[in-house]
């Protein structure tokens, strides 16, 4: 009812990375058992325990129940229909970006993510991941000078195998949960970061994820370890091409902070929706955990949610450390018929511990939208406090919203304080900033920023103007 | 369209218009012709059509107009939406301004401004010109810096909303500039403030219609004219005086006169 000409002659605008790139792929075949499992380990020649991590997970997921506590709508998923390993045919080993096939560099340019030395960010590091391997990482040897490592998780397999030993899955053991268990069994690649004692990383690092086959899946882990004293802000993106069937993502996210050590997380997920049918389209299954295990460190998660048909995610912080803080800033944008249920989960172990969680949820179209999140206070996480504050946004009449805030205290001497609101961006809201010259889209796209502008505020600079154009641009056509 | 400026072009001309809201018929046949200068006041009961009077002139979308026309200097703004008529120049004063969370007052104001400057192909303002500007627009309300820096009518008191109103006419400078029902709700002297606010935005150029129910306003503003709506129609029109008879003899006065006609 809301303005229907002017909606109906709003141009929607395309999904603007839905373009594939042709380029031969060297596949596996579909399916998922052991043999499937040794021979991803086998191609990536891993060690010994690498493999026995990978089969022990394949037989907890056998005996795991997919989880539908979530309430999500969809196809079940047949995960003998999946391809396990999809990696662009090249060369072995890769010593220099020239060898990297020109398609993919082009592929990353077109993305806005030039990899070359000539045109890569001038002040992010960028490890580019297409399918289920790492193609190339910018800025290595720059930062290889500070003593940071960041390359992808495979190399580090190779190279840093005392670390990925010490510290992979010990943050999302195997067997945590249907989907981290399936990524640990056949995970293919991701990124690695370590910043070591004292050290704060000189320039933002950048994981850009691309899923280019239509039927395989992305499986990959992201490890970080920032030891005593460091800080590091890491930022990550994701689009997809346009296919009408949907692909899975099933991705593991580690962080681990020792003393005093901070990290800083930020997703901006812009991975294929489907179309306003709903056909096609990303499901986004993925495990985000931070370790806080040393004092006063510091673990902060902000993500700008766009994509996916279907999104599940709860990024989470375990606060082991005393008077460590964990952080959660989310912003999750569905329209048409898009699923999001995110959250997150702060698990105060450790006296003293902080925790702040900001959650925007915003549905336009059909969509459904929620939020879920558990407060814990373990009983010695005495003197520790937590603040929620989660809004939900409807644009429409024909979007769902809802918060499942989880407080479970077994600590008398903490505080945990939740405030929720719901709002409707309504016709009259609509036709005041109208009626003071500002064009309907303008109108809507000010409300919206305005909603979210506490979780703006925490994102990297150029990722926080990326996330205003991004939430523009999806809800143009989206109010009627 | 220049030629015919030279005559007496009136600003806004309304006619006999019928306008109707899911499917009831609100306005049934209004007349009403403004000329640059002029002031005019509308009164009459609540529900006789006085809002939706003003709600169509600046577009509103749940109102829809079945029968005549609303030109504004000369031109038919029948099909324009709600930007393009501010824009250009008509400016509605909400009974009930409406609070937008999160999104700042000064920069809803910025962004207004610059849009009704750009359509004047006047330069558009960057913050620091549109600071200096705010500031002194500011006076004429007597409100304080402090009140741009929060969300648009959030949590402001009724007062404090109508003069936001007023501050957003000073800075669009309208040619045609409704207040509906700015007087309500106000205490003697915020009346006065944003009457007197209302006085200074006045001039020869443009033209005002004020909404109201009460001669205290009009205490403070005389208009040139004074229509008496009811039932959807203009029933009477006079000048100040019939004001005054009005406060005197009520509005049941005014149901004599529309059952007369």
Not at chain 1, 66 to 85: F, S, T, V
Not at chain 2, 22 to 40: A, N, R, S, W
Not at chain 2, 161 to 182: F, G, H, S, V, Y
Request: glycine letters at 8%; hydrophobic letters at 35%.
């Amino acid at each position: 009812m809301i303005n229907e000409n002017l909606v109906s002659n709003v141009v929607t605008e395309p999904y603007k990375y839905g373009f594939v790139t042709d380029i031969e792929t060297e596949k596996i075949s579909k399916g998922l058992n052991e043999e499937i499992i040794r021979l991803i380990s086998r191609k990536k020649d891993e060690p010994e325990y690498l493999l026995n991590f990978r089969l022990k997970a394949f037989k907890k997921w056998q005996k795991m129940e997919e989880p539908n506590w979530a309430d999500l709508g969809y196809k079940k998923i047949d995960y003998q229909d999946i391809i396990y390993y999809s990696a662009p045919k090249q060369k072995e080993k890769k010593s220099s970006l020239d060898e990297v096939d020109p398609k993919l560099l082009e592929t990353f340019d077109k993305l806005g993510i030039p990899l070359t030395e000539q045109k890569r960010l001038t002040n992010v590091a960028v490890d580019a991941v297409f399918d289920s391997v790492s193609i190339a990482t910018t800025y290595k040897e720059q930062l290889a000078e500070h003593g940071v490592i960041f390359c992808s998780i495979s190399e580090a397999v190779k190279e840093h195998s005392a670390l990925i030993e010490k510290y992979l899955g010990s943050v999302v053991p195997a067997s945590d949960n249907y989907f981290a268990a399936l990524n640990s069994a056949v995970f293919s690649d991701g990124s690695f970061v370590y910043i070591p004692k004292g050290v704060e990383c000189p320039m933002d690092l950048s994981s850009y994820f691309r899923i280019n086959s239509g039927d395989s899946g992305q499986f990959e882990r992201t490890l970080i370890i920032a030891e005593e004293s460091s800080t590091v802000s890491y930022l990550e993106g994701c689009t997809a091409p346009m296919f009408d069937t949907n692909t899975l993502h099933a991705a593991v996210v580690e962080l681990i902070a020792l003393d005093n050590a901070s990290i800083k997380y930020s997703t901006v997920q812009n991975w294929y929706a489907g179309n306003e049918n709903g056909v096609g389209g990303i499901f986004n299954f993925v495990t985000k955990r931070g370790k806080c295990l040393g004092k006063k460190s510091k673990i902060s998660w902000s993500q700008v949610e766009t994509g996916s048909a279907i999104t599940w995610k709860y990024p989470s912080c375990i606060l082991l450390g005393e008077e460590s803080i964990g952080e959660f800033y989310s912003v999750a944008l569905t329209n048409n018929l898009q699923q999001a249920d995110t959250g997150t989960k702060m698990i105060h172990i450790g006296a003293k511990t902080k925790s702040t969680i900001v959650s925007k949820g915003i549905s336009a179209g059909k969509s459904s939208n929620s939020y879920r999140g558990l407060v814990k206070m373990g009983s010695k996480a005495t003197g520790s406090r937590n603040y929620s504050q989660c809004d939900s946004m409807l644009i429409g009449d024909q979007a769902s919203a809802n918060t499942f805030p989880y407080i479970q205290s077994q600590q008398p001497n903490s505080e945990v304080e939740h405030e929720a609101s719901t709002c409707r961006i309504s016709e009259d809201q609509l036709f005041y900033l109208q009626s003071r010259g500002i064009e309907f889209e303008e109108a809507v796209s000010m409300m919206v920023s305005g909603f979210c502008r506490d979780v703006f505020n925490q994102l990297p600079m150029e990722f926080a103007a990326e996330a205003d154009k991004l939430l523009a641009l999806k809800l143009e056509g989206s109010v009627g | 369209m220049q030629e015919k400026m030279t005559g007496k072009e009136p600003l806004l001309e309304i006619k006999n218009i019928f306008a109707s809201t899911e499917d009831l018929t609100i306005l049934k046949g209004v007349d009403i012709t403004i000329q640059p200068g002029e002031i005019h006041a509308i009164m009459g009961r609540n529900g006789c059509g006085k809002s939706t009077l003003s709600k169509i002139i600046a577009g509103h979308p749940a109102y829809k107009i079945n029968q005549g026309s609303i030109t504004f200097k000369g031109k038919n703004i029948k099909s324009l939406e709600p930007e393009e008529r501010a824009k250009s120049g008509i400016f509605l004063g909400f009974q009930y301004p409406i609070e937008i969370p999160g999104v700042s007052n000064l920069e809803f104001l910025r962004v207004a401004t610059n849009a009704r400057r750009k359509f004047l192909k006047q330069q558009e303002l960057d913050t620091f010109e549109f600071e200096d500007l705010v500031k002194e627009k500011l006076e004429l309300v007597k409100m304080d810096y402090a009140f741009l820096n929060r969300s648009i009518n959030q949590g402001f008191s009724g007062g404090e909303k109508k003069r936001n109103e007023i501050l957003q006419m000073a800075l669009l400078n309208p040619e045609i500039a409704i207040l509906d029902e700015t007087d309500s709700g106000l205490d003697i002297d915020a009346l006065r403030i944003v009457a007197s606010g209302i006085k200074k935005i006045a001039n020869k150029e443009n033209g005002i219609i004020l909404i109201t129910h009460y001669q205290r306003l009009l205490d403070e503003i005389k208009p040139d004219f004074v229509h008496v709506m009811a039932n959807g129609q203009i029933i009477k029109t006079g000048d100040c005086k019939l004001a005054l008879e009005l406060e005197k003899n009520g509005y049941e006065w005014t149901d004599q006169l529309s059952q007369d006609s």
